[in-house]
T-cell receptor, first 112, second 115 residues
């Protein structure tokens, strides 16, 4: 299974851009990179998913270099409500031998 | 409204008792999953099912059992063989079986406490 490494925690201030980088050195050809957000006592919520280059949606951007061995989740102008745990997952969820696996995540604390 | 529901939200049980956690989805998703989350930790996969009447063990299946008799339902039984069952349990589903990106949708979770 492709494993991921991401910082345990990060601090930021309201209005700043936050970039969380995830390393996935053994990513496979069919793997997608997916990011989830989780608030305490809630289920994770999908943020963004990509395969290569850059993906952008209404809440975040995902940057993936050509070698795909890392990825960066970018949250523009964070607010207090963005305080949460962010998980980077790598895998092909349709392949029983390579299920998406949640690691420990990155705890983002946004301060006023 | 389409979604995935779990019940109950809080559950208490005595040691030695089996307990079943409910998970239902009306998203017409083929795949369903059960995760366990301990305080301050990430999610760990217990069981998953990619189709009705079929399911596979995840990373921590010991002491748990599941069934998938209907597409919409994937109940999890925590048996007395599970040594440390107190945790937050999350159910998820995803749309399709083969190829391409595949987002998982999560339920609100069930917090199980063993007394």
């Amino acid at each position: 299974l492709a494993k991921t490494t991401q910082p345990i925690s990060m601090d930021s201030y309201e209005g700043q851009e936050v970039n969380i980088t995830c390393s996935h050195n053994n990513i496979a050809t069919n793997d997608y990179i997916t990011w989830y957000q989780q608030f305490p006592s809630q289920g994770p919520r999908f943020i963004i998913q990509g395969y290569k280059t850059k993906v952008t949606n209404e809440v975040a951007s995902l940057f993936i270099p050509a070698d795909r061995k890392s990825s960066t989740l970018s949250l523009p102008r964070v607010s207090l409500s963005d305080t949460a745990v962010y998980y980077c997952l790598v895998g092909d969820n349709n392949n029983a031998g390579n299920m998406l696996t949640f690691g420990g995540g990155t705890r983002l604390m946004v301060k006023p | 409204d389409g979604g995935i529901t779990q019940s109950p939200k809080y559950l208490f049980r005595k040691e030695g008792q089996n307990v079943t956690l409910s998970c239902e989805q009306n998203l017409n998703h083929d795949a369903m999953y059960w995760y366990r989350q301990d305080p301050g930790q990430g999610l760990r996969l217990i069981y998953y099912s990619q189709i009705v009447n079929d399911f596979q063990k995840g990373d921590i299946a010991e002491g748990y059992s599941v069934s998938r008799e209907k597409k919409e339902s994937f109940p999890l039984t925590v048996t007395s063989a599970q040594k440390n069952p107190t945790a937050f349990y999350l159910c998820a589903s995803s749309p399709h079986l083969a190829g391409g990106p595949n987002e998982q949708f999560f339920g609100p979770g069930t917090r199980l406490t063993v007394l």
